[in-house]
């Protein structure tokens, strides 16, 4: 998303929100969908109307991310020159996103998001992280340069396979957020979910954690509808499956075997399965 909703994810609010440390993702997600909802604020001029909510449950407080948007055009003509069929930008994908990086072990890199009705209006809540030190624009913008390259790279290429997995058309550097201890999260996924069979580029499927790419291989028809099926159409899911076998068809080509991982998929620590299509952006 644009520049405002980086700049209100980087918000430090740890004056009056319990460390995220503190809370299991049950505990998030709980929180998210029963808290009672106690200030809102506009984040700023975003196309979105992208807001921030303040959340109480008597005992702790909160701050989470709460998007409405929920638009199709049959054609969509971007500032940037893009055009896109059957564009949709909606709250929805915000939650699909959270439910499949569950369903694949990338909960520690993307936050809880769940659906609610917030004064009147259907939506999402998504967890505000803590601790953040800069988005990637920044670091970028300021040349800066991360203490471990390896786990970097590990890091960017696990963001590329996701992306490519769900076909987001919005990954800019200020929805990718770097912590204090250079742990990456992925924001922002309301542009995503198309229903393309195809890779929006293939180039960018570079290497892949082992049990990350375990866990891909296992998506089934069955299993993401009954997760993700409130908020995508059949021909979303239909994309997504066509999109996995390509970025599986990548990495097997790519003449490695990954060893079989027992672990979730720690881009940080893990080995990985390298493409041969070397290093895309």
């Known amino acids: 998303m644009r520049k ?67 638009r199709y055009k049959a054609e969509f003509h971007g500032t940037d020159g893009s055009f896109e069929k059957d564009f949709k930008d909606s709250w929805k994908f915000n939650v699909a996103g959270w439910r499949l990086a569950k369903m694949i072990g990338l909960s520690a890199m993307v936050p809880p998001s769940v659906p609610r009705v917030v004064e009147g209006k ?87 954690d082992p049990a990350l790419l375990k866990a891909i291989k296992r998506l089934n028809e069955r299993d993401l509808t009954r997760e993700i099926g409130e908020f995508v159409t059949p021909e979303e899911i239909a994309g997504l499956l066509a999109r996995r076998d390509l970025i599986v068809e990548i990495l097997e080509k790519s003449g490695t075997n990954p060893a079989v991982s027992r672990r979730a998929p720690n881009p940080s620590r893990s080995s990985v399965t390298r493409s041969a299509s070397g290093n895309a952006p």
Request: proline content about 3%.
């Open 122 to 208: 259907p939506g999402s809540l998504t967890w505000w992280i803590d601790g953040i030190k800069m988005d990637e624009q920044y670091r970028r913008d300021n040349k800066i340069e991360p203490p471990d390259k390896d786990r970097w790279r590990r890091q960017m290429a696990t963001i590329r396979v996701f992306d490519q997995l769900i076909h987001n058309m919005d990954r800019n550097q200020e929805n990718i957020l770097i912590a204090e201890d250079w742990h990456v999260w992925m924001i922002d996924h309301t542009r995503a979910f198309r229903k393309a069979a195809t890779l929006r580029n293939a180039k960018a499927i570079t290497e892949c």
């Open 4 to 70: 405002v909703l980086a700049s209100l994810l980087i918000t430090a609010l740890a004056a009056v929100c319990a460390d995220d440390s503190k809370w299991s993702i049950p505990d998030q997600e709980k929180f998210l969908k029963t808290a009672r909802v106690v200030e809102i604020s506009d984040a700023g001029k975003g196309y979105t109307k992208s807001q921030k909510a303040m959340l109480d449950d008597g005992k702790r407080k909160h701050m989470a991310h709460l998007q409405t948007v929920d």
